[in-house]
Protein backbone atom coordinates (compact mmCIF):
# COMPACT_ATOMS: atom_id res chain seq x y z
CA UNK A 1 0.00 0.00 0.00
CA UNK A 2 1.04 3.72 -0.81
CA UNK A 3 0.02 6.79 0.79
CA UNK A 4 0.49 10.07 -0.55
CA UNK A 5 3.26 11.54 1.35
CA UNK A 6 1.56 14.19 4.22
CA UNK A 7 2.98 17.44 5.42
CA UNK A 8 3.87 16.13 8.60
CA UNK A 9 5.61 19.05 10.24
CA UNK A 10 4.22 19.70 13.63
CA UNK A 11 3.23 23.41 15.18
CA UNK A 12 6.07 23.67 16.84
CA UNK A 13 8.48 22.63 14.12
CA UNK A 14 12.28 24.27 14.33
CA UNK A 15 12.69 26.68 12.12
CA UNK A 16 14.77 26.58 9.23
CA UNK A 17 18.50 26.49 9.27
CA UNK A 18 20.14 29.66 7.27
CA UNK A 19 21.94 28.04 4.11
CA UNK A 20 23.88 29.84 1.53
CA UNK A 21 25.03 27.38 -1.30
CA UNK A 22 26.89 28.68 -4.89
CA UNK A 23 26.42 25.76 -7.74
CA UNK A 24 29.23 23.32 -7.15
CA UNK A 25 30.96 24.64 -10.29
CA UNK A 26 31.09 28.05 -9.29
CA UNK A 27 32.35 27.28 -5.53
CA UNK A 28 35.49 24.86 -7.03
CA UNK A 29 36.45 28.11 -8.87
CA UNK A 30 36.36 30.30 -6.39
CA UNK A 31 38.24 28.02 -4.07
CA UNK A 32 40.52 27.41 -6.74
CA UNK A 33 40.98 31.15 -7.31
CA UNK A 34 41.95 31.39 -3.72
CA UNK A 35 39.16 33.62 -2.85
CA UNK A 36 37.71 30.65 -0.65
CA UNK A 37 40.11 29.91 2.00
CA UNK A 38 37.71 27.56 4.43
CA UNK A 39 39.02 30.48 7.22
CA UNK A 40 36.42 31.33 10.01
CA UNK A 41 36.00 33.95 11.94
CA UNK A 42 37.21 32.38 15.30
CA UNK A 43 40.10 30.85 13.80
CA UNK A 44 41.20 34.41 12.62
CA UNK A 45 40.77 36.40 15.84
CA UNK A 46 43.23 33.55 17.59
CA UNK A 47 46.19 34.09 14.86
CA UNK A 48 45.49 37.49 15.33
CA UNK A 49 45.75 36.87 19.14
CA UNK A 50 48.53 34.52 19.19
CA UNK A 51 50.58 36.45 16.75
CA UNK A 52 50.28 40.21 18.52
CA UNK A 53 48.85 40.29 21.53
CA UNK A 54 49.73 42.82 23.14
CA UNK A 55 48.61 45.18 20.25
CA UNK A 56 45.67 47.47 20.85
CA UNK A 57 42.48 46.13 18.88
CA UNK A 58 39.19 47.84 20.30
CA UNK A 59 38.94 51.54 21.93
CA UNK A 60 35.86 52.32 23.25
CA UNK A 61 34.29 54.45 25.82
CA UNK A 62 36.67 53.79 28.59
CA UNK A 63 37.73 50.49 27.37
CA UNK A 64 41.03 49.63 25.37
CA UNK A 65 41.27 45.73 24.22
CA UNK A 66 44.24 44.27 22.77
CA UNK A 67 44.19 41.42 20.47
CA UNK A 68 44.59 39.17 23.55
CA UNK A 69 42.11 40.59 25.14
CA UNK A 70 39.36 40.74 22.64
CA UNK A 71 40.05 36.40 22.19
CA UNK A 72 39.59 35.98 25.61
CA UNK A 73 36.63 38.03 26.01
CA UNK A 74 35.27 36.45 22.98
CA UNK A 75 35.71 33.12 24.41
CA UNK A 76 34.16 33.98 27.57
CA UNK A 77 31.29 34.80 26.01
CA UNK A 78 30.82 31.77 23.17
CA UNK A 79 31.11 29.93 26.78
CA UNK A 80 28.62 31.85 28.39
CA UNK A 81 26.19 31.56 25.19
CA UNK A 82 26.66 27.66 25.23
CA UNK A 83 26.45 27.39 28.76
CA UNK A 84 23.09 28.93 29.02
CA UNK A 85 21.46 26.19 26.74
CA UNK A 86 22.21 28.02 23.29
CA UNK A 87 23.16 25.31 20.72
CA UNK A 88 25.21 25.99 17.68
CA UNK A 89 23.55 27.43 14.72
CA UNK A 90 20.72 29.71 17.16
CA UNK A 91 20.13 32.81 15.81
CA UNK A 92 21.31 35.60 17.91
CA UNK A 93 19.78 39.18 17.28
CA UNK A 94 22.38 41.63 18.30
CA UNK A 95 21.06 45.11 18.86
CA UNK A 96 23.97 47.02 20.38
CA UNK A 97 25.15 50.95 19.32
CA UNK A 98 29.01 51.63 18.75
CA UNK A 99 30.72 50.21 21.81
CA UNK A 100 33.44 47.81 22.39
CA UNK A 101 30.97 45.19 23.59
CA UNK A 102 29.47 44.61 20.02
CA UNK A 103 32.96 43.39 18.83
CA UNK A 104 33.19 41.04 21.63
CA UNK A 105 29.68 40.01 21.29
CA UNK A 106 30.09 39.37 17.56
CA UNK A 107 33.10 37.30 18.12
CA UNK A 108 32.19 35.41 20.83
CA UNK A 109 29.25 33.97 18.50
CA UNK A 110 30.86 33.35 15.98
CA UNK A 111 33.64 31.09 18.50
CA UNK A 112 30.21 29.76 19.53
CA UNK A 113 28.93 28.89 15.72
CA UNK A 114 26.05 31.20 16.89
CA UNK A 115 24.71 32.99 13.99
CA UNK A 116 24.26 37.10 14.89
CA UNK A 117 21.49 38.87 13.15
CA UNK A 118 22.33 42.30 13.13
CA UNK A 119 20.05 45.42 13.95
CA UNK A 120 20.58 48.80 14.09
CA UNK A 121 20.33 50.82 17.03
CA UNK A 122 17.70 52.68 15.76
CA UNK A 123 15.18 49.52 14.75
CA UNK A 124 12.26 49.37 17.42
CA UNK A 125 10.03 46.80 18.14
CA UNK A 126 7.89 46.43 14.83
CA UNK A 127 11.22 45.71 12.79
CA UNK A 128 13.08 43.65 16.05
CA UNK A 129 10.07 41.27 16.39
CA UNK A 130 10.08 40.88 12.22
CA UNK A 131 13.60 40.19 12.62
CA UNK A 132 13.29 37.98 15.13
CA UNK A 133 10.58 35.73 13.60
CA UNK A 134 12.33 35.74 10.29
CA UNK A 135 15.34 34.46 11.49
CA UNK A 136 14.11 32.10 14.92
CA UNK A 137 16.00 34.00 16.93
CA UNK A 138 16.40 32.65 20.38
CA UNK A 139 18.31 35.61 22.08
CA UNK A 140 18.40 39.19 21.92
CA UNK A 141 21.16 40.86 23.15
CA UNK A 142 21.09 44.51 23.54
CA UNK A 143 22.67 48.01 25.75
CA UNK A 144 20.44 48.67 28.60
CA UNK A 145 19.87 52.43 27.22
CA UNK A 146 20.96 54.09 24.32
CA UNK A 147 20.17 57.51 23.41
CA UNK A 148 17.43 57.75 25.26
CA UNK A 149 15.78 54.76 24.23
CA UNK A 150 15.10 51.90 26.74
CA UNK A 151 16.64 48.56 25.04
CA UNK A 152 15.98 46.21 28.08
CA UNK A 153 11.81 47.41 28.18
CA UNK A 154 12.13 46.43 24.33
CA UNK A 155 13.68 42.92 25.26
CA UNK A 156 10.48 42.77 27.77
CA UNK A 157 8.27 43.24 25.15
CA UNK A 158 9.88 41.09 22.61
CA UNK A 159 9.56 38.51 25.13
CA UNK A 160 5.91 38.99 25.63
CA UNK A 161 5.48 38.68 21.80
CA UNK A 162 7.98 35.60 21.23
CA UNK A 163 8.57 33.64 24.05
CA UNK A 164 10.89 31.95 21.70
CA UNK A 165 13.34 34.30 22.26
CA UNK A 166 14.06 32.72 25.64
CA UNK A 167 17.36 34.37 26.37
CA UNK A 168 18.46 38.15 26.47
CA UNK A 169 21.59 39.75 27.86
CA UNK A 170 22.33 43.20 28.34
CA UNK A 171 25.61 45.59 28.04
CA UNK A 172 26.08 48.08 30.56
CA UNK A 173 29.52 48.52 30.91
CA UNK A 174 30.00 51.58 28.97
CA UNK A 175 29.48 54.88 30.80
CA UNK A 176 27.49 56.29 27.68
CA UNK A 177 24.91 53.10 28.40
CA UNK A 178 23.64 53.33 31.95
CA UNK A 179 20.45 52.04 33.14
CA UNK A 180 19.06 49.38 35.24
CA UNK A 181 19.41 45.68 32.97
CA UNK A 182 15.71 44.62 34.41
CA UNK A 183 15.55 41.22 35.08
CA UNK A 184 18.00 40.72 32.60
CA UNK A 185 21.85 39.26 32.65
CA UNK A 186 24.57 41.30 31.90
CA UNK A 187 27.68 40.80 29.16
CA UNK A 188 29.90 41.56 32.29
CA UNK A 189 28.90 38.90 34.07
CA UNK A 190 29.71 36.54 31.44
CA UNK A 191 33.10 37.90 31.15
CA UNK A 192 33.72 37.25 34.70
CA UNK A 193 32.75 33.90 35.59
CA UNK A 194 32.54 32.02 31.79
CA UNK A 195 35.04 29.56 31.78
CA UNK A 196 37.45 30.57 28.57
CA UNK A 197 37.84 26.98 27.41
CA UNK A 198 36.31 26.89 24.02
CA UNK A 199 37.84 25.91 20.78
CA UNK A 200 39.11 28.39 18.54
CA UNK A 201 36.04 28.38 15.98
CA UNK A 202 33.59 25.18 15.11
CA UNK A 203 32.62 26.22 11.83
CA UNK A 204 33.76 25.84 8.55
CA UNK A 205 34.31 28.16 5.73
CA UNK A 206 30.87 27.24 3.80
CA UNK A 207 28.74 28.03 6.93
CA UNK A 208 26.23 30.80 7.18
CA UNK A 209 29.00 33.45 9.87
CA UNK A 210 25.68 35.60 10.06
CA UNK A 211 22.27 37.05 8.86
CA UNK A 212 22.75 40.63 7.18
CA UNK A 213 19.48 43.41 7.05
CA UNK A 214 18.50 43.97 3.51
CA UNK A 215 17.69 47.89 2.72
CA UNK A 216 14.09 46.68 2.08
CA UNK A 217 13.61 47.87 -1.31
CA UNK A 218 9.62 46.05 -1.57
CA UNK A 219 7.92 45.57 1.57
CA UNK A 220 9.70 44.49 4.97
CA UNK A 221 13.85 44.05 5.50
CA UNK A 222 15.15 40.61 4.29
CA UNK A 223 17.71 38.59 6.22
CA UNK A 224 20.85 38.12 4.38
CA UNK A 225 22.96 34.67 4.78
CA UNK A 226 26.69 35.36 4.85
CA UNK A 227 29.13 32.87 4.88
CA UNK A 228 32.61 32.73 6.40
CA UNK A 229 33.98 32.09 2.97
CA UNK A 230 32.37 34.94 1.16
CA UNK A 231 32.65 37.23 3.69
CA UNK A 232 36.22 36.95 5.12
CA UNK A 233 37.18 37.03 1.33
CA UNK A 234 35.81 40.61 1.16
CA UNK A 235 37.70 41.84 4.34
CA UNK A 236 40.92 40.50 2.82
CA UNK A 237 40.61 42.51 -0.53
CA UNK A 238 38.53 45.70 0.97
CA UNK A 239 41.74 46.00 3.60
CA UNK A 240 44.25 45.29 0.70
CA UNK A 241 42.20 47.63 -1.77
CA UNK A 242 41.93 50.24 1.00
CA UNK A 243 45.86 50.29 1.95
CA UNK A 244 44.93 48.73 5.79
CA UNK A 245 47.78 46.73 7.20
CA UNK A 246 48.65 46.61 10.97
CA UNK A 247 49.39 50.77 11.66
CA UNK A 248 45.58 51.44 10.24
CA UNK A 249 43.23 53.47 12.46
CA UNK A 250 39.54 52.87 11.94
CA UNK A 251 37.21 55.01 13.06
CA UNK A 252 33.70 53.76 13.49
CA UNK A 253 31.51 56.47 13.08
CA UNK A 254 28.22 55.21 11.19
CA UNK A 255 26.26 52.76 13.22
CA UNK A 256 29.01 49.32 12.99
CA UNK A 257 26.06 47.04 12.10
CA UNK A 258 25.77 48.61 8.54
CA UNK A 259 27.54 46.51 6.25
CA UNK A 260 29.25 49.11 5.24
CA UNK A 261 31.45 50.30 8.37
CA UNK A 262 31.12 46.49 9.11
CA UNK A 263 33.52 45.05 6.55
CA UNK A 264 34.08 47.46 3.28
CA UNK A 265 36.42 46.65 5.11
CA UNK A 266 35.12 48.51 8.14
CA UNK A 267 36.05 47.29 11.57
CA UNK A 268 36.07 43.13 11.03
CA UNK A 269 38.56 44.42 7.71
CA UNK A 270 40.89 46.37 10.07
CA UNK A 271 40.85 43.71 12.83
CA UNK A 272 41.66 41.29 9.94
CA UNK A 273 44.51 43.47 8.88
CA UNK A 274 45.97 43.72 12.81
CA UNK A 275 44.50 47.39 12.95
CA UNK A 276 43.06 49.14 15.78
CA UNK A 277 39.55 49.93 15.79
CA UNK A 278 38.15 53.18 17.38
CA UNK A 279 34.82 53.53 17.87
CA UNK A 280 32.53 56.35 18.11
CA UNK A 281 29.19 56.03 19.87
CA UNK A 282 27.68 58.91 18.13
CA UNK A 283 27.96 60.44 15.01
CA UNK A 284 28.33 64.10 15.82
CA UNK A 285 31.58 65.71 14.30
CA UNK A 286 33.22 67.02 17.65
CA UNK A 287 33.16 63.59 19.38
CA UNK A 288 34.53 62.20 15.83
CA UNK A 289 36.94 64.85 15.89
CA UNK A 290 38.19 64.33 18.88
CA UNK A 291 39.17 60.62 18.80
CA UNK A 292 40.40 61.16 15.15
CA UNK A 293 42.81 63.55 17.16
CA UNK A 294 43.81 61.51 19.95
CA UNK A 295 44.07 57.88 18.62
CA UNK A 296 45.30 58.97 15.41
CA UNK A 297 42.71 57.81 13.32
CA UNK A 298 43.73 56.74 9.47
CA UNK A 299 40.49 56.20 7.92
CA UNK A 300 36.66 56.37 8.22
CA UNK A 301 33.51 55.26 6.16
CA UNK A 302 31.11 58.28 6.23
CA UNK A 303 27.77 58.59 4.31
CA UNK A 304 27.06 61.63 2.05
CA UNK A 305 25.51 64.15 4.86
CA UNK A 306 28.00 63.31 7.52
CA UNK A 307 30.62 64.10 5.31
CA UNK A 308 29.03 67.19 4.43
CA UNK A 309 29.11 67.79 8.32
CA UNK A 310 32.59 67.12 8.47
CA UNK A 311 33.51 69.40 5.86
CA UNK A 312 31.67 72.30 7.68
CA UNK A 313 33.03 71.93 10.94
CA UNK A 314 36.43 70.56 10.60
CA UNK A 315 37.96 73.64 9.76
CA UNK A 316 37.34 75.75 12.69
CA UNK A 317 36.90 72.11 15.08
CA UNK A 318 40.51 73.06 16.00
CA UNK A 319 41.30 69.42 16.22
CA UNK A 320 44.32 68.16 14.43
CA UNK A 321 43.07 65.73 11.63
CA UNK A 322 46.39 65.57 10.08
CA UNK A 323 46.75 61.86 10.37
CA UNK A 324 43.43 60.80 8.38
CA UNK A 325 44.98 59.38 5.44
CA UNK A 326 41.44 57.65 3.71
CA UNK A 327 38.12 59.55 3.74
CA UNK A 328 35.43 56.51 2.54
CA UNK A 329 32.05 57.62 1.46
CA UNK A 330 29.19 55.30 0.41
CA UNK A 331 25.83 54.09 0.65
CA UNK A 332 24.23 56.96 -1.12
CA UNK A 333 25.04 59.31 -4.36
CA UNK A 334 27.82 61.66 -3.39
CA UNK A 335 27.68 64.79 -5.63
CA UNK A 336 31.21 65.85 -7.80
CA UNK A 337 30.97 69.67 -6.13
CA UNK A 338 31.41 67.62 -2.74
CA UNK A 339 33.71 65.33 -3.43
CA UNK A 340 36.00 67.42 -4.63
CA UNK A 341 36.43 69.29 -1.34
CA UNK A 342 37.96 66.47 0.87
CA UNK A 343 41.23 66.29 -0.07
CA UNK A 344 41.52 70.36 -0.09
CA UNK A 345 39.44 70.57 3.71
CA UNK A 346 40.28 67.17 4.90
CA UNK A 347 43.88 66.16 3.93
CA UNK A 348 42.90 63.02 2.93
CA UNK A 349 42.28 60.75 -0.21
CA UNK A 350 38.65 59.98 -1.00
CA UNK A 351 37.53 56.74 -1.67
CA UNK A 352 33.76 56.24 -2.83
CA UNK A 353 32.46 52.82 -2.21
CA UNK A 354 29.58 51.95 -3.77
CA UNK A 355 27.89 48.10 -1.74
CA UNK A 356 25.09 46.36 -0.84
CA UNK A 357 24.90 44.16 1.88
CA UNK A 358 23.74 41.38 -0.27
CA UNK A 359 27.06 41.05 -1.90
CA UNK A 360 28.75 43.20 -4.47
CA UNK A 361 31.34 45.98 -3.22
CA UNK A 362 32.88 48.42 -5.87
CA UNK A 363 35.66 50.71 -4.70
CA UNK A 364 37.32 53.33 -6.38
CA UNK A 365 41.12 52.74 -6.05
CA UNK A 366 43.35 55.23 -4.52
CA UNK A 367 45.98 55.45 -6.63
CA UNK A 368 43.19 56.40 -9.43
CA UNK A 369 42.77 59.63 -11.26
CA UNK A 370 41.32 62.21 -9.68
CA UNK A 371 38.54 62.02 -12.44
CA UNK A 372 37.50 58.25 -11.48
CA UNK A 373 37.71 59.28 -8.08
CA UNK A 374 34.97 62.68 -8.24
CA UNK A 375 32.60 61.24 -10.44
CA UNK A 376 32.84 57.55 -10.30
CA UNK A 377 31.36 54.78 -7.69
CA UNK A 378 34.69 52.75 -8.14
CA UNK A 379 34.99 49.16 -9.56
CA UNK A 380 34.24 45.40 -8.13
CA UNK A 381 35.94 44.17 -5.97
CA UNK A 382 37.26 40.42 -7.82
CA UNK A 383 37.73 39.72 -11.23
CA UNK A 384 35.33 36.97 -10.79
CA UNK A 385 32.66 40.00 -9.79
CA UNK A 386 29.84 39.54 -13.15
CA UNK A 387 28.12 42.43 -14.00
CA UNK A 388 25.49 42.57 -16.38
CA UNK A 389 23.50 46.28 -17.52
CA UNK A 390 20.32 45.30 -18.85
CA UNK A 391 17.23 47.44 -20.20
CA UNK A 392 13.84 47.12 -19.34
CA UNK A 393 13.51 43.90 -22.06
CA UNK A 394 16.66 42.85 -20.28
CA UNK A 395 18.54 43.24 -22.85
CA UNK A 396 22.07 44.18 -22.36
CA UNK A 397 22.60 47.78 -23.39
CA UNK A 398 25.20 49.54 -25.27
CA UNK A 399 28.63 50.34 -23.86
CA UNK A 400 28.41 53.23 -21.90
CA UNK A 401 24.27 53.23 -21.81
CA UNK A 402 22.22 53.14 -18.67
CA UNK A 403 20.38 50.06 -17.30
CA UNK A 404 19.49 47.37 -14.49
CA UNK A 405 22.46 46.31 -12.67
CA UNK A 406 22.43 42.66 -11.89
CA UNK A 407 25.92 41.12 -10.02
CA UNK A 408 27.00 37.35 -9.37
CA UNK A 409 30.41 36.53 -7.96
CA UNK A 410 31.89 34.47 -4.98
CA UNK A 411 30.60 37.21 -2.65
CA UNK A 412 26.93 38.07 -3.55
CA UNK A 413 24.33 36.23 -2.46
CA UNK A 414 22.25 33.44 -4.49
CA UNK A 415 19.10 33.43 -1.88
CA UNK A 416 17.75 35.42 0.56
CA UNK A 417 17.21 33.43 4.44
CA UNK A 418 14.03 31.81 4.37
CA UNK A 419 11.69 34.07 1.69
CA UNK A 420 11.05 32.00 -1.89
CA UNK A 421 8.72 35.04 -3.51
CA UNK A 422 11.67 37.44 -2.85
CA UNK A 423 14.03 35.01 -4.15
CA UNK A 424 11.85 34.66 -7.19
CA UNK A 425 11.83 38.52 -7.98
CA UNK A 426 14.96 38.95 -6.71
CA UNK A 427 17.23 36.51 -8.62
CA UNK A 428 17.93 35.38 -12.08
CA UNK A 429 17.69 31.30 -13.14
CA UNK A 430 21.20 31.83 -13.29
CA UNK A 431 22.02 32.49 -9.99
CA UNK A 432 22.43 36.65 -10.90
CA UNK A 433 21.30 39.43 -8.57
CA UNK A 434 19.03 41.84 -9.14
CA UNK A 435 20.29 44.88 -7.45
CA UNK A 436 17.48 47.36 -8.18
CA UNK A 437 20.55 49.87 -8.94
CA UNK A 438 20.79 51.81 -12.05
CA UNK A 439 24.21 52.07 -13.29
CA UNK A 440 26.28 53.18 -16.41
CA UNK A 441 29.81 51.73 -17.13
CA UNK A 442 32.64 53.81 -17.92
CA UNK A 443 35.32 53.31 -20.55
CA UNK A 444 37.52 52.36 -17.66
CA UNK A 445 34.65 49.64 -16.33
CA UNK A 446 34.57 51.99 -13.64
CA UNK A 447 30.78 52.13 -12.51
CA UNK A 448 28.50 55.31 -12.06
CA UNK A 449 25.16 55.10 -10.12
CA UNK A 450 22.25 57.11 -12.31
CA UNK A 451 19.58 55.98 -9.39
CA UNK A 452 17.76 52.80 -8.83
CA UNK A 453 14.61 51.30 -10.32
CA UNK A 454 12.98 50.10 -7.24
CA UNK A 455 10.56 52.03 -4.88
CA UNK A 456 12.87 52.86 -1.95
CA UNK A 457 13.60 56.05 -0.39
CA UNK A 458 17.81 56.30 -0.07
CA UNK A 459 17.58 58.49 3.02
CA UNK A 460 21.18 59.68 4.35
CA UNK A 461 22.08 55.98 3.34
CA UNK A 462 19.22 54.24 5.21
CA UNK A 463 17.11 52.54 2.37
CA UNK A 464 13.62 52.11 3.21
CA UNK A 465 10.78 50.42 1.54
CA UNK A 466 8.26 52.66 0.39
CA UNK A 467 5.68 49.74 0.84
CA UNK A 468 6.65 49.64 3.85
CA UNK A 469 5.71 53.21 5.31
CA UNK A 470 2.33 53.19 3.63
CA UNK A 471 1.18 49.64 5.05
CA UNK A 472 1.72 51.69 8.52
CA UNK A 473 -0.05 55.03 6.79
CA UNK A 474 -2.99 53.09 5.92
CA UNK A 475 -3.33 51.36 9.16
CA UNK A 476 -4.44 54.70 10.61
CA UNK A 477 -8.07 54.92 10.95
CA UNK A 478 -8.55 58.46 9.01
CA UNK A 479 -6.35 57.37 5.87
CA UNK A 480 -7.83 56.14 2.98
CA UNK A 481 -4.84 55.72 0.49
CA UNK A 482 -1.12 56.41 0.53
CA UNK A 483 1.79 56.81 -1.43
CA UNK A 484 5.29 57.08 -0.13
CA UNK A 485 7.77 58.60 -2.84
CA UNK A 486 11.21 59.75 -2.57
CA UNK A 487 11.93 63.68 -3.15
CA UNK A 488 15.63 64.62 -3.57
CA UNK A 489 17.17 66.57 -0.72
CA UNK A 490 20.15 68.65 -0.82
CA UNK A 491 21.46 67.46 2.66
CA UNK A 492 19.91 64.36 3.13
CA UNK A 493 20.55 63.22 -0.66
CA UNK A 494 16.89 62.60 -0.80
CA UNK A 495 14.04 62.72 1.47
CA UNK A 496 10.80 60.56 1.86
CA UNK A 497 7.27 62.43 1.63
CA UNK A 498 3.61 60.60 2.02
CA UNK A 499 1.18 61.89 -0.76
CA UNK A 500 -2.42 60.64 1.83
CA UNK A 501 -6.22 60.86 0.78
CA UNK A 502 -7.93 61.10 4.15
CA UNK A 503 -10.70 59.33 5.02
CA UNK A 504 -13.68 61.36 6.85
CA UNK A 505 -11.94 64.28 8.82
CA UNK A 506 -8.14 65.46 7.84
CA UNK A 507 -5.69 64.25 10.37
CA UNK A 508 -3.10 66.59 10.97
CA UNK A 509 0.13 65.42 9.73
CA UNK A 510 2.18 65.82 13.13
CA UNK A 511 -0.52 63.16 14.16
CA UNK A 512 -0.01 61.01 11.05
CA UNK A 513 3.75 61.26 12.02
CA UNK A 514 3.43 60.14 15.96
CA UNK A 515 1.27 57.27 14.80
CA UNK A 516 3.89 55.87 12.64
CA UNK A 517 6.38 56.39 15.46
CA UNK A 518 3.61 54.39 17.93
CA UNK A 519 4.35 51.52 15.88
CA UNK A 520 7.15 51.14 16.95
CA UNK A 521 9.62 50.94 13.96
CA UNK A 522 12.98 53.49 13.14
CA UNK A 523 12.79 57.06 13.43
CA UNK A 524 14.72 57.54 10.05
CA UNK A 525 11.02 55.62 8.64
CA UNK A 526 8.50 58.49 9.55
CA UNK A 527 8.02 60.37 6.46
CA UNK A 528 9.99 63.80 6.43
CA UNK A 529 7.31 65.58 4.82
CA UNK A 530 3.24 65.02 4.41
CA UNK A 531 0.77 66.33 1.55
CA UNK A 532 -2.76 65.61 1.53
CA UNK A 533 -4.79 64.93 -1.20
CA UNK A 534 -8.04 64.62 -2.78
CA UNK A 535 -7.51 61.62 -4.90
CA UNK A 536 -4.68 59.50 -6.37
CA UNK A 537 -4.66 60.87 -10.21
CA UNK A 538 -5.96 58.50 -12.49
CA UNK A 539 -4.74 57.45 -15.96
CA UNK A 540 -6.37 56.38 -18.90
CA UNK A 541 -5.73 52.87 -17.62
CA UNK A 542 -8.09 53.01 -14.50
CA UNK A 543 -5.98 50.59 -12.77
CA UNK A 544 -2.61 52.44 -12.09
CA UNK A 545 0.38 50.23 -10.62
CA UNK A 546 1.70 51.59 -7.38
CA UNK A 547 4.88 52.09 -9.11
CA UNK A 548 3.58 54.56 -11.75
CA UNK A 549 1.53 56.34 -8.68
CA UNK A 550 4.64 57.03 -7.09
CA UNK A 551 6.44 58.15 -10.21
CA UNK A 552 3.57 60.12 -11.03
CA UNK A 553 3.33 62.10 -7.55
CA UNK A 554 7.17 62.30 -7.27
CA UNK A 555 7.08 64.43 -10.70
CA UNK A 556 4.17 66.31 -9.70
CA UNK A 557 5.92 67.27 -6.57
CA UNK A 558 9.38 68.51 -8.38
CA UNK A 559 6.73 70.34 -10.96
CA UNK A 560 5.50 72.53 -7.90
CA UNK A 561 8.91 72.81 -6.26
CA UNK A 562 10.43 74.52 -9.20
CA UNK A 563 6.95 76.80 -9.56
CA UNK A 564 7.65 77.70 -6.26
CA UNK A 565 11.04 78.45 -6.75
CA UNK A 566 10.33 80.43 -10.21
CA UNK A 567 7.55 82.32 -8.55
CA UNK A 568 10.59 83.33 -5.33
O1 LIG B 1 24.60 48.91 1.78
C1 LIG B 1 25.28 49.87 1.40
O2 LIG B 1 24.79 50.95 1.08
C2 LIG B 1 26.77 49.72 1.32
C3 LIG B 1 27.57 50.79 0.95
C4 LIG B 1 28.95 50.65 0.90
C5 LIG B 1 29.55 49.45 1.21
C6 LIG B 1 28.77 48.37 1.59
O3 LIG B 1 29.33 47.18 1.90
C7 LIG B 1 27.37 48.50 1.65
O4 LIG B 1 26.62 47.43 2.03
Same mark, same amino acid.
Given at each position: ???A???????????P???????D????????????? &????????R?R???H????????G????????????A??????????????????L????N???????????????L??V???????I???????R?????A???AA????F?Y?A??L?L???L??????????????V?????P??CL???????S?D?????S???????????????????L??????D????L??SA??????????????L??????????????????A?????????????????????????????????L??????A?????DL?????I???????????????????????Q?????A???? &???????????????Q?????P???????D?????????????????????????H? &??????R???E??Y???GDV??????????????????? &????????????E?HL??????F????V????????????AF???????PR??????????R??A????P???VF??????TA???????A??????A?LLE????????Q
Amino acid at each position: MTTAPTSTAPASAEPPRPVQVWPDAFAARYRAAGYWR &NETFGAWLRERATAHPDRLAVVGGSQRWTYAELDRRASALAAGFLGAGLRQGDRVLVHLPNIPDFIAVVMGLFRAGLIPVYALPAHRITEIEHFARGSGARAYIAAATHAGFDYAALALELQGRLPRVAHVWIAARDATVQSPAGPFPCLDDLYATASADVPASVSQGRDVAFLQISGGSTGLSKLIPRTHDDYIYTLRESARICGLDEHAVFLGALPIAHNFPMSSPGFLGTLYAGGRVVLCPSPDPESAFELVERERVTVTSLVPPLLLQWLDRAPASGRDLGSLRVIQVGGAKLSAEIARRVRPVLGATLQQVFGMAEGLV &NYTRLDDPDALIIHTQGRPISPDDEILILDDEGRPVEPGQAGHLLTRGPYTIRAYHD &NPSANARSFTEDGYYRTGDVVRMTPEGYLEVQGRAGDHI &NRAGEKISAEEIEDHLLSHPQVFDAAVVSVPDEYLGERSCAFVIPKGERPRPADLKRWIRARGIADFKVPDQVVFVERFASTAALKISRKALRAQLRAQLLEQEQRDRAAQ
